[in-house]
């Protein structure tokens, strides 16, 4: 056994470690510090797995079969080993075994900074791909095997023997060219809040726009859809285009160990969309830097800088009057504004691989963003003067503040290989403070629809009692500054590809101000848990691995819209009132 004690010098601690482990059997002793230590593992146990898996690797070991004996048993026993421990035990050690008996002496292949896990100008490259998208046969292999993978690993390790420089280990790697250039063209119908659709996109893509695998993405992308009946209906159509650039490393201050330890991209976009309604016309201009990383099995994205610029230039006279009036609460939303945020999410799932492995699993996300507070910092420190309505500008237009909070939870247990039990909860919250009364209308929550409460349409409940009696999608007035949403559901695989679905949803919107075109619907500890709705239904699914047809039909169990506390249990159902059909590509969460 080897001891490595804090110091050498207390012998007492020594004398009776030794005591209390030579009754279990062992009757050698190695005391030694850590630094020797890991020097001598590096040679004696990581360097023999490294040349182990090499040897297992080559085309040769595969006919082995009748052809080895005892030697070739000794040398490949420790290739099996599990390779996130083995892994992280290489990249802790790694300065050891570069240093050790055997220096790597062949460097990065990457002419500029490595885009993978490793140093810059090291001589260690380690690849570790994501596996969602391997093909199938691969999946069925490894999980066949017990051995499911959700990453693969890959290491070139060139090596040179201190004592004997001739003696090297020649490696032949393979590889196939991406395609530099691709050109990607889609159509898809959309159904939204009972109003059909259709939008097309096309897009091009760069693969290694600078040599040094950054990716060049420009998409132009439009929409038509039809709103009200087929007999009297009227149109809406977008159109926008966006274009970005992803860089393989981050572009930012780190340390080396988290730079060693972390993959990582820098993403720099820009926007820009034209929304034509039967109410409005409204202008939406963006840009922003996003880093995104993967440390272990979770994804970490920060917004460095997001920027939007919202310009509405044309409104109907009805508009005006409904939202835009002096004394109105919730104009804001509808006015020319600017928008400067920042934030930070995380996304993590103990999920091996995405269609074939039916071990349970949960998913997790959560992420934080503020707008405005550099910005009311600055005004407030050169005394800038504000507008009429008591609001502070940058170029004539006023600019947002708020801080916003979301987490969503799912787990999905897996009763038996065809049938699985998924629960959701999710809860978001925004406050608008300092230079704004009210959210943007992009920032706030709405409910209903096909990934909400689909019982009902969207944007068809809430917020709190509110209930919208108007006959039309009333887009302002059912939102909120708070959202929360609770979901069972029950899957059960049926034949071929069709899955069917037994769901249970419970959820609403509330406002954090009591604005008076929103009547009942503020949060009140008091009051919000009588205000949760509640809705079952069933649903059908075409699930093709790669992507999900979806249709469900949810009906009303408990209404909080309804002013007599009685008719809120809904048990006289009528098609109108109380059942709403969706349909979707992917599942809800």
Not at 89 to 110: A, R, T, V
Request: charged fraction near 20%; hydrophobic fraction near 35%; include cysteine.
């Amino acid at each position: 056994i080897i001891i490595v004690p804090p110091t050498r010098n207390d012998i007492d601690l020594l004398a009776k470690v030794k005591e209390m482990l030579s009754p279990l059997g062992f009757g050698s002793f190695n005391i030694t510090d850590a630094e020797f230590h890991d020097a001598e593992i590096a040679y004696t146990s990581q360097l023999a797995h490294v040349v182990s898996n090499a040897f297992v690797k080559s085309p040769a070991a595969q006919t082995h079969k009748g052809y080895s004996a005892g030697s070739y048993k000794d040398l490949t026993r420790v290739a099996w080993l599990n390779p996130q421990m083995w892994a992280e035990l290489f990249l802790e050690n790694q300065d050891y075994i570069d240093k050790g008996k055997f220096s790597i002496i062949s460097p990065c292949p990457h002419t500029k900074e490595c885009c993978m896990d490793g140093r810059k100008g090291g001589k260690w490259c380690h690849f570790v791909l994501n596996t969602d998208f391997a093909p199938k046969k691969l999946h069925k292999l490894s999980d066949k095997a017990g051995l499911p993978k959700d990453r693969a690993s890959l290491s070139f390790v060139f090596a040179q023997n201190f004592e004997n420089s001739q003696n090297n280990l020649d490696a032949q790697i393979i590889i196939t060219q991406n395609k530099p250039h691709t050109i990607s063209a889609e159509i898809e119908g959309t159904y939204s809040g009972g109003d059909l659709g259709i939008g097309a996109a096309i897009g091009y893509k760069n693969n290694n726009i600078f040599q040094g695998s950054e990716i060049l993405n420009i998409n132009v992308n439009g929409g038509y859809e039809a709103i009200g009946s087929l007999s009297e209906y009227q149109s809406a159509w977008d159109i926008g285009g966006e274009a970005s650039l992803t860089f393989p490393t981050l572009l930012m201050p780190m340390t080396k160990d988290f730079k060693r330890r972390s993959t990582g991209t820098t993403e720099i976009a820009t926007s820009v969309n034209f929304q034509q309604r039967p109410e409005y016309q409204r202008n939406i201009a963006g840009a922003g830097i996003k880093y995104n990383w993967r440390w272990r099995r979770i994804n970490f994205t920060f917004n460095l800088l997001d920027l939007s610029y919202i310009y509405l230039p044309y409104m109907t006279d009805a508009f005006k009057d409904k939202y835009m009036k002096p004394t109105s609460s919730i104009r804001f939303s509808y006015e020319d504004h600017f928008i400067m945020r920042w934030g930070f999410g995380i996304n993590m799932s103990n999920r091996r691989n995405m269609t074939f492995n039916t071990s349970s699993f949960y998913t997790f996300r959560a992420n934080v963003r503020t707008a405005g507070n550099l910005l009311y910092g600055i005004s407030h420190l050169i005394n800038q003067q504000k507008n009429e309505d008591g609001v502070y500008e940058i170029f004539n237009i006023q600019y947002s503040q708020f801080a916003k909070a979301d987490i969503d939870f799912a787990y999905n247990w897996y009763v038996t290989e065809k049938s699985r039990f998924v629960f959701h909860t999710g809860l978001g919250v925004g406050i608008p403070y300092g230079n704004a009364s009210i959210l943007p209308f992009e920032e706030r929550y709405y409910s209903g629809g096909a990934n909400s409460m689909r019982g009902w349409s969207a944007r068809r409940l809430g917020p709190g009692n509110f209930k919208n009696n108007s006959g039309s999608i009333d887009f302002m007035k059912q939102s909120g500054d708070i959202k929360f949403d609770l979901n069972l559901e029950a899957r059960f695989r049926l034949i071929w590809k069709l899955e069917a679905a037994l769901f249970l949803d419970a959820g609403n919107i509330w406002t954090i101000h009591d604005y008076a075109e929103q009547p009942t619907g503020v949060f009140l500890w008091s009051e919000f848990y009588k205000q949760i709705a509640c809705n079952y239904g069933v649903g059908l699914r075409l699930d093709f691995d790669f992507f999900v047809i979806r249709v469900d039909m949810g009906i009303k169990l408990y209404d909080p819209g309804y002013p007599i506390e009685s008719e809120r249990w809904r048990t006289d159902l009528t098609w109108k009132n109380d059942f709403a059909l969706h349909f979707a590509v992917g599942y809800p969460f």
